[in-house]
Structures are given as structure tokens and as C-alpha cells.
């Protein structure tokens, strides 16, 4: 489950860097927006007396995809195109700073935006036992929500128009250029792909924990980000192998090392940083090589 | 030639009249008349061009001079601000903050090995620090100068993984250890936990603790004049010591290796070796701010080394000027006390600072001091 979250913050994590050679640090932030977005969509359709979950619950996806998406484009107009040129520490200080901007305005601007807000229980509740495992229904929509949105963007990357621009121009920005890729739209539609994709991971991760909170962007931030450079930057199935094995990662490290749940994270973060001594380019390796 | 020394003198003392009646002033018209001024002054000089070659060039034949009419001025600071003695501690963090960014800035703009983790190994030695004085009740000033080894011990544990990555890949591993360090600090038991390590003992010399106000002459000055004194000989060796080390060959060896890894290797620069001096040299002086800050606040928490002071750390770097050891220390005196001196906008206050950052790298990249670009006789 978490790790399903996880691979959706990857994906956007490792379409910008294909696209553009950047990290987008705000990405977490985006994501924390987009569970917001779907927290205030909720309340909207409830005073607007729209009440069934099967209703509601597609509407608020929509809605949320829609509105992230188009802050994710504007933050890659206004902060991330425009120094994608200059060294990666610039980039990387400029996004972190906007995901600073995103968090203090969801705090400021929200009603109460500094305490935790419960997220509203839409999914099934209750289980089944299969084998001695107990099965939430709960959990299995999250999976299942999850894996709709991981195919989805595979059908758009793989075969449609736009899909194969944002292919060709990972490759070669200038030669698709060339071939009549329009280059500034390919960039704004990744990332309205990536921050929608990190809309979706932000309502999951509302309904799992039925509570979000504004710093929430900044761990899931950081876990995507390691998830993403575990798969190999620019590599979409990298980043859901790196995603799903980083949920993996935690929820062992969790069950097994006493005191665990406090632990988890580190455990995590130093078979990642193991990780990267052995394979400093992801299980499924970089897009480019290095040349001299 | 004493045209020169005036007028490098009066510049100073205008600067620091203005800078002082910026902090003090409590209307908001006095504020914003001292800020109108100094804008105003920034701009003729940026302007008319006669007027700053002719500043520059006064400074620049007259540097032992601007020096230490700088260093009598930083040296009168605290007395400038007795009405307010809470700006004397500001002061002092602001000279911290010299420190570790001229540490940080050692790795990430000389020697180009990205630092995310500053705030973990500022923590480091504020850490050990805390355990050393109160766990293993050493004096406070041996616990300053052991503490920064423990920042660079665990750098050089840490060293692997770093040389072994590349740009993004490096972010990662430090923001990764930052992480860990939270975690790790916040969850121990013998670092205290949530709460920290309390009751740190003070700086004492000879029997003398630096938490007494100092008098001078009869005139009582603020109860942290004692600990800005000393952050100030701190920050103004650590500049020193980099300084000539940038100067040094060894900086210009990191400044190729930070350039292209290749070419410098074929020009016989070991990469490891450069890469583990400048990681360690840094470490040590960051290690030392944090080591300080230590003693001067009297507690370490984990919220006080949490990934944002990584970024502040940064931050200073950036906007002053990378690689660019004067810039550190402007922009250290300007990230710090700004943000305090806006706390009627404290709720805003983050906010527009990541606008500032943001909108500095989009039409400044370079820094308010950009590096100059090395000269050689």
C-alpha cells in the first residue's frame, strides 16, 4: 500500500528528471497540495450535498489531478524551466525554496492549515481472511486506485502522441526539436502528468492514514525521491520497482527490528544510501551515460 | 592617498550607522526611512558609475585599512546595541552561521561535493558537545574544540557512499543522512530524545563565565557581548584559515576537480584525496558552529538540526556568492538577522523567504558577492 503511494511520487520524480535533467524538490509539496486539493473538493461536494462515496470519490480524483496539475505546471514555468540551464545545485535550492513557498501558503492560507486534518473514510471498511492474512477492502482499493493510475500512465507514455514526445524528448531534447516535438508544451504536459500523478498518491495517502498535514510533503518528498534514484532516474518502471521496494524496505524494518516503527525510516534510508554505493545508477540504470 | 583611507573609513561608518538605526529603529517610518536610505545609497553607488569605481578603487589600495575599520566597527557592535540586547545574540548566530557556511561553502563551492546533511553535522557537534559536558563533565571550552571531531569522524564514515555518487545521487545520500540523524536523535535515549540534552554548562575562562555581562569602563554591555566576542575570533579565523587554504594550491586543485573530475584526475589530482580533505575540512567547521551554538544556547534539540537548517546553511551560501569567501559573510549577516528583523511578519516570514531564495536565483544566480575569478602575479 505504501509502497504503491510511493512508486506514484517516484513516477513524477523520474519524468522530470527525462524531461528536463532536474530534480523537482517541490514534487513532495505537490504532493501534500494535492491531498489538500482532494480534502477541500470533499468538503465542497458534502455541503453541495453530494454524499455517496462512488460519486464523490471520482470527482474528487478529477478535480485534484486537475488543480495539482496545473500548480505543478506553473512551479516548472516559473521556477524549474527557467534555471533547468544552470547547475544542478541551483535547481535543486530553487525547488526546495518553492516547496517552502507551497508549504508555508498551505499553512498560512488553509483554514487551521497547522493542524492535522482528518481525511474522511470513503472506502470500504472491514476485511477478509484468506489463510490466516487479514485483508482489508480498504487496502485493496488503495492497491488497486494505485495500480489503475500506474497503468494509465503507462497507456500515455507508451501510446499516445503526446506520450511519445515526452519519450523522444527524454532521449534528445534538441533532435526532437527537430522532428517538430513542440518542446515547451511536451514539458508543461509531463509535468502535468508527474504533479497529477502525485495528486492521486496524496488522496491514497489521506484515505490510508485518514489524516494529512501540511509537512507531510516533506517525507514523502524525500521517499520518492530515493524511490525514483533506487529505480535509476528517468526510468518509469525504475521508479515503480524503486517504489513498491522502498514500502517493502519499511514495513520489514518495521516488523522485524524491535522498536521498528520509529526506526523504519532509518533503516530505509541506509539500505538506500548502501544501495547507491553498490549500483550509483538504480536497479534499472540511468538514462544516459556519462561521456567525456 | 588619504582621500582614499576617508573615504573608505566614512563609507564604513555610514554602513554601520545605518545598519544599527535599521536594527534599533521601532516606528515602522524610521525603518523604513533607514532601509530607504540604504537602498538609496546601494543604488548611487551602483549607478553612478564614478562614484563606485572610485569607492572600489579606494577599498581595493586600501584594504588593511577597510579591515580594520571593519573589525573596530564589528568590535563596537554590541555597544551599538545595548538599548537592545537581544540583537547581540542575533549578532552571535549570524556569526555561527559565518562559520558553518564558510565550512559548507569550502565543500560545496570550492571542492563542488554537495552538502545537504550541514545541519546533521552542525548537530554533530552540538551533540557531542552536550554529551561531553554534561554525560562525561568535561569543560565546556575542551568539549567546543573536541566536539567538531565528531562531525568529521562520521564524515569520513559517511565519505563513502559520497564519493561514490554523482550530482543528484550525492543530494540524495546527505539528505538521506540528515534524515537519519533525526530519527536517530529524536529516538535514542542516551541523546535525550525529543528533548534534547539540557543544561549544557557555559564557556568559563579561569573562572570567569561568559554568561556575565561584560563592563567596559563602566559602561555594562549586553549579557551575550561575552559569546559574540568569541563567535567573532571563531568566525574571523575560520574565514582566515579558508581563506589561504583557497588560495593555497590545494583550493585551486578543488576548484579543478570541481570543474571537470576528468581532466583534474589527468592532471594528477587525486580525486578521493581532494574530496576527502575538503569533505573533512569543511565538517570540522561546521561541526564547530554547531559546537558553539551549543554552548551558547545551553541546549541542543533535535528540532534545532532539522533538513530546513540545511537549507538555510545553503541558502547563505547562495545568496552571497559561491566559492566566494566574502560573500559567506555577507550573506550570513544578512539571511540571519533579516528574518528577525521582520518578525512583525512572522507569519509570513518562511514564506517570503523562499521567495527571496527563489527569485535571487532566478536574476542573480551568482550571488550579491559574486567569486572572483582568480588572479595570479
Given at each position: 500500500m505504501l509502497g504503491v503511494m510511493y512508486a506514484l511520487v517516484a513516477v513524477g520524480f523520474t519524468l522530470f528528471f527525462g524531461v528536463l535533467d532536474v530534480i523537482h524538490f517541490s514534487h513532495g509539496d505537490i504532493f501534500m497540495l494535492g491531498a489538500f486539493t482532494g480534502l477541500t473538493v470533499l468538503a465542497g461536494l458534502r455541503a453541495a450535498g453530494v454524499g455517496g462515496a462512488l460519486l464523490a470519490l471520482p470527482l474528487t480524483f478529477a478535480a485534484s489531478i486537475l488543480v495539482t496539475g496545473a500548480v505543478g505546471v506553473l512551479a516548472e514555468r516559473v521556477c524549474v524551466k527557467p534555471l533547468a540551464r544552470a547547475s544542478p545545485l541551483m535547481t535543486l535550492l530553487a525547488t526546495l525554496s518553492l516547496g517552502l513557498v507551497i508549504r508555508e501558503a498551505v499553512l498560512i492560507f488553509y483554514p487551521r492549515g497547522a493542524d492535522p486534518k482528518p481525511f474522511p473514510q470513503l472506502l470500504p471498511q472491514g476485511g477478509v481472511e484468506l489463510g490466516g492474512v487479514a485483508i482489508r477492502y480498504e487496502n485493496l482499493a488503495i492497491l488497486g486506485i494505485g495500480l489503475a493510475a500506474m497503468v494509465a500512465v503507462d497507456r500515455v507514455i507508451k501510446s499516445t502522441k503526446m506520450g511519445a514526445a515526452i519519450r523522444a524528448v527524454a532521449q534528445e531534447p534538441e533532435a526532437a526539436q527537430m522532428m517538430g516535438v513542440n518542446l515547451d508544451r511536451t514539458v508543461d504536459a509531463t509535468f502535468f502528468l508527474g504533479s497529477g500523478l502525485a495528486a492521486v498518491a496524496g488522496i491514497l495517502s489521506g484515505l490510508y492514514y485518514s489524516e494529512i498535514h501540511f509537512i507531510m510533503g516533506v517525507t514523502g518528498g524525500v521517499i520518492g525521491f530515493s524511490a525514483a534514484a533506487i529505480g535509476g532516474l528517468g526510468n518509469v518502471y525504475g521508479a515503480i520497482v524503486g517504489g513498491l521496494l522502498f514500502g517493502v524496505l519499511q514495513t520489514t524494518a518495521a516488523a522485524l527490528i524491535p522498536r521498528g516503527s520509529e526506526f523504519r525510516d532509518v533503516v530505509a534510508f541506509a539500505v538506500v544510501m548502501l544501495f547507491l554505493v553498490f549500483k550509483p545508477s538504480g536497479i534499472l540504470g540511468e538514462k544516459s551515460v556519462e561521456r567525456v | 592617498m588619504s582621500r582614499d583611507l576617508a573615504g573608505v573609513w566614512l563609507t564604513e561608518a555610514a554602513v554601520f550607522a545605518l545598519v544599527v538605526a535599521g536594527i534599533l529603529a521601532e516606528r515602522p517610518w524610521a525603518l523604513g526611512a533607514t532601509g530607504g536610505a540604504l537602498v538609496v545609497a546601494g543604488g548611487l553607488v551602483r549607478f553612478v558609475p564614478r562614484l563606485g569605481a572610485a569607492l572600489a578603487g579606494a577599498f581595493a589600495r586600501r584594504r588593511a585599512a577597510a579591515l580594520a575599520g571593519g573589525a573596530v566597527l564589528a568590535l563596537a557592535l554590541p555597544l551599538a546595541l545595548r538599548s537592545s540586547p537581544y540583537w547581540t545574540f542575533v549578532a552571535t548566530l549570524a556569526l555561527l552561521y559565518v562559520t558553518t557556511g564558510q565550512g559548507l561553502n569550502f565543500q560545496i563551492g570550492t571542492a563542488g561535493v554537495i552538502n545537504l546533511a550541514g545541519a546533521a553535522f552542525a548537530g554533530l557537534g552540538g551533540y557531542a558537545v552536550g554529551l561531553l559536558t554534561v554525560a562525561g563533565g568535561w569543560p565546556a571550552w575542551l568539549a567546543v574544540l573536541v566536539g567538531p571531531w565528531a562531525a568529521v569522524l562520521v564524515g569520513t564514515i559517511l565519505f563513502v557512499p559520497i564519493l561514490k555518487t554523482r550530482g543528484h545521487y550525492l543530494a540524495l545520500v546527505t539528505i538521506a543522512f540528515v534524515f537519519i540523524f533525526n530519527i536517530l536523535v529524536n529516538n535514542l535515549e542516551f541523546t535525550g530524545g525529543?528533548?534534547?540534552?539540557?543544561?549544557?554548562p557555559t564557556l568559563s575562562l579561569a573562572g570567569y563565565a561568559f554568561t556575565t555581562p561584560p563592563a567596559l569602563a563602566g559602561v555594562e554591555l549586553p549579557a551575550h557581548a561575552n559569546f559574540y566576542y568569541a563567535a567573532l575570533v571563531m568566525a574571523g579565523l575560520t574565514t582566515w584559515v579558508l581563506r589561504r587554504l583557497h588560495d593555497s594550491w590545494l583550493g585551486l586543485a578543488l576548484n579543478t576537480l570541481r570543474d571537470d573530475e576528468i581532466a583534474a584526475r589527468c592532471c594528477g589530482v587525486s580525486v578521493t584525496r581532494g574530496k576527502l580533505l575538503a569533505f573533512s575540512i569543511g565538517n570540522f567547521f561546521i561541526g564547530l558552529g554547531g559546537a558553539f551554538y551549543a554552548v551558547v544556547v545551553g541546549f541542543v534539540s533535535p528540532p534545532d538540526f532539522d533538513f530546513g537548517y540545511s537549507l538555510v546553511m545553503l541558502s547563505v551560501i547562495i545568496i552571497g556568492g559561491v566559492d566566494s569567501i566574502p560573500g559567506v559573510v555577507l550573506g550570513a549577516c544578512l539571511l540571519v538577522p533579516l528574518p528577525e528583523r521582520f518578525r512583525f511578519l512572522h507569519e509570513y516570514r518562511l514564506l517570503l523567504y523562499g521567495v527571496v531564495i527563489v527569485v535571487m536565483l532566478l536574476y542573480r544566480p551568482r550571488g550579491l558577492w559574486p567569486a572572483r575569478i582568480r588572479r595570479y602575479r
Open positions: - | 525529543p528533548q534534547g540534552i539540557k543544561n549544557i
